[in-house]
């Protein structure tokens, strides 16, 4: 392969390249950022960069490789990190004005662990304000583009995430999930992107968080494989975390990894709301892939019930911005007027309500649990529209039907709340040409579960040669 198109390769590639010492990392490093350099400026997608220290790390890594010590598997291979993580050297500014220079002298433990595996952090990715929105535009960055059309977003709040994988900036990222943050903009840029279970990736050091216990970190990646690589060098319980011994323990139960034929219910509508036609039929053409697999699908309604959750979903994380604010009023002050808006109505919202919302989440925990009595996998679109332009918050219709701002996400937030693991994985793209994805989601403790099906369907759908127009 030409040194100009090796940003091309797979991290799993890569590690087997430097491991046969047909490749080092120094080279695969120059390549990426050689491209950063030509197609960022389109997408916006990193907005931090350590081009120094990486090139540095990166001959570290070759000199390891070359004396057949390489750390992890994940040793030499380029990574980003979203702006709403801490990292210890480059600035966490969530993309607001408040956060400018704020450098928190920590790695997230994800970033640690991965870094501490030999990974060569490149970047920070692009988030909206306080990574509260569903697009990805900022006061300090501007707008990110997707890479299969630069006027339309990647989605959010991990649109710089995505759309640095998309577009060939680093193979894999390190991205957020607190309703769908993760699976949608993969959806919208034809990526892998897998919203772990509840603190399989244990937190420390981080932003207060504005969606409960519901944000989990995760990874991005263009294939099924790659997505597992970097899950497993970061999953694993940490004292800091005590849910995250519950992830670990699930994770080890035998009913957590199955075997086929496994029972797959497929949810095309989520109530009443309107899902975008195109979706709707790339998603069946997975799911008869799915079946062809030899696996057995029912499709029905949702057999929970999800109303609240759809209607009360903005007082959350409005909830969430007021005692945010509340903490630190200098970020309130510099807050673009939007959020100290919604930070306004948080405050609004009385303690019984509250309180009823924090019920609603555990009672859907539950009767999550005894759903997956009689389905071991549920399959749903993962996003209810195609991209949309990138400056405007939400598409206004879907499908002939005017929506609210989280009408293209009714499919998501709910996995969040459950804690469950979900999978977004490439389908047939759009007339346009635009990508569509579906998700799987599995029961607490299913991530492998949910990973060896996402491979063999891989297998039969491959997308990993599709690449963007840039």
């Not at 120059?30 to 220290?53: I, S």
């Amino acid at each position: 392969m030409p040194a100009a198109t090796l940003w091309r390769l797979a991290a799993t590639e890569l590690h087997r390249r430097y491991r046969e010492r047909s490749l080092t990392p120094r080279a695969v490093l120059d390549a990426v950022l050689e491209r950063m350099d030509a197609v960022n400026p389109r997408v916006r997608a990193v907005v931090a960069r350590r081009d120094a220290a990486a090139r540095a790390e990166a001959d570290a890594a070759t000199q390891r490789f070359a004396s057949g010590r390489p750390l992890s598997a994940l040793d030499g291979v380029p990574l980003t990190v979203k702006d709403s993580l801490f990292t210890t050297d480059l600035t966490t500014t969530c993309g607001t004005a408040a956060l400018r220079a704020f450098r928190p002298g920590h790695d997230e433990i994800a970033a640690g662990r991965a870094r501490a595996g030999g990974a060569i952090l490149v970047g920070k990715t692009n988030v909206p304000e306080f990574a509260n929105d569903g697009y990805t535009t900022n006061p300090l960055f501007g707008a990110t583009g997707n890479p299969w059309a630069p006027q339309l977003t990647p989605g959010g709040s991990s649109g710089g995430a995505v759309a640095a994988v998309a577009a060939g900036i680093a193979p894999l990222a390190i991205a957020q999930d607190g309703g769908g943050s993760i699976r949608r903009p993969a959806s919208h840029t034809g990526l892998v992107g897998l919203k772990p279970s509840l603190s399989a990736w244990p937190r420390e050091h981080t932003l207060p968080g504005l969606l409960l216990d519901f944000d989990c970190i995760g990874p991005v990646a263009r294939t099924v494989a790659d997505a597992r690589l970097l899950f497993d060098a970061v999953r694993g319980a940490a004292p800091a975390d005590r849910s995250s011994m519950a992830a670990a323990w699930a994770a080890a139960q035998p009913s957590a990894r199955r075997t086929a034929p496994l029972r797959l219910l497929y949810v095309e509508h989520l109530g009443g709301n309107p899902l975008d036609r195109q979706i709707a039929a790339s998603c069946r053409h997975a799911v008869q892939q799915l079946a062809a697999l030899g696996h057995h699908v029912e499709e029905s309604e949702l057999p929970l019930d999800v109303s609240f959750l759809l209607e009360c979903w903005p007082q959350i994380g409005q909830v969430g911005l007021a005692a945010m604010f509340d903490r630190h009023p200098e970020w309130e002050h510099q807050a673009s007027p939007r959020y100290r808006e919604a930070a306004a109505a948080g405050r609004a919202v009385d303690a019984p309500r509250l309180w009823r919302i924090l019920e609603e989440v555990r009672r859907l925990r539950r009767e999550a649990t005894a759903v997956f009595e009689h389905a071991d996998v549920i399959v749903m679109p993962a996003a209810a529209a195609l991209p949309w332009p990138a400056e405007e918050p939400y598409p206004r219709v879907i499908d002939g039907r005017e929506v609210g701002p989280r009408g293209h996400a009714v499919y998501t937030g709910w996995v969040n709340a459950a804690g469950l693991p979900g999978l977004a994985l490439p389908a047939l793209p759009s007339a346009e040409g635009l990508p569509i994805g579906i998700q799987l989601i599995g029961p607490y403790g299913s991530d492998d579960l949910l990973l060896d099906l996402g491979e063999a369907y891989e297998a039969l759908e491959p997308w990993a040669d599709r690449w963007p127009p840039l």
